[in-house]
């Protein structure tokens, strides 16, 4: 076969290199959940990895909003519009399937039917070592909108239950930030 990079560069779509980078990201995620559980024990991974992604849910919920033009979210209800979009662009179906959904003007509401987490963390055999990291995303999320509050997981798989169930109660705005 004689390869021509022009050819091999047409083949790789804008989905498909997003689908590669995705894909690449969440396996060195994973990897380097292990191999810092391994080296310095699962305590140690879950809260570096929490404290990580919190920061990090930061960033990318600020570039969202962003390249989207959505700011500012000035409501619970677009502000559970926008972590559902956050959900999709960064867990697209299949990986995840889920929805968000204000329930008043203080809380919100959120049902993952599949996560690929949960999927990779029962392969990997580390279901009792993994914290779920879900509600350090999303209140990183919601500070990048300018909210604070409280999420507590009611449902996960991860603790065998068939869907994840979370709740975001106590929203209220940053009184220093300006709404996104």
């Not at 409501?75 to 972590?83: F, H, Q, R, S, W």
Request: charged share 30%.
């Amino acid at each position: 076969m004689s390869v021509d990079p022009h050819e091999l560069r047409a083949r790789l779509t804008a989905d498909v290199r997003e689908r590669i980078m995705r894909e690449n990201w969440h396996s060195h995620d994973a990897r380097w959940f292990l191999k810092v559980g391994v080296e310095c024990g699962f305590d140690v991974a879950n809260r570096l990895n929490q404290s990580t992604l919190r920061s990090m849910a930061k960033t990318e919920m600020r570039r969202l909003i962003d390249a989207s033009g959505c700011g500012p979210i000035e409501t619970t209800e677009d502000l559970a519009k926008v972590l559902g979009l956050a959900m999709e662009v960064y867990f697209p179906p299949p990986m995840l399937e889920g929805e968000a959904e204000a329930v008043d003007e203080s809380s919100a509401r959120g049902t993952v039917t599949r996560c690929l987490v949960h999927e990779e963390v029962t392969k990997a055999g580390v279901q009792g070592l993994y914290e779920c990291a879900c509600p350090y995303r999303h209140l990183g999320w919601l500070e990048a909108c300018g909210y604070s509050g409280k999420v507590e997981i009611l449902k996960s798989m991860l603790r065998g239950d068939p869907v994840c169930e979370f709740a975001i109660t106590e929203l209220s705005r940053l009184p220093d930030e300006k709404p996104r």
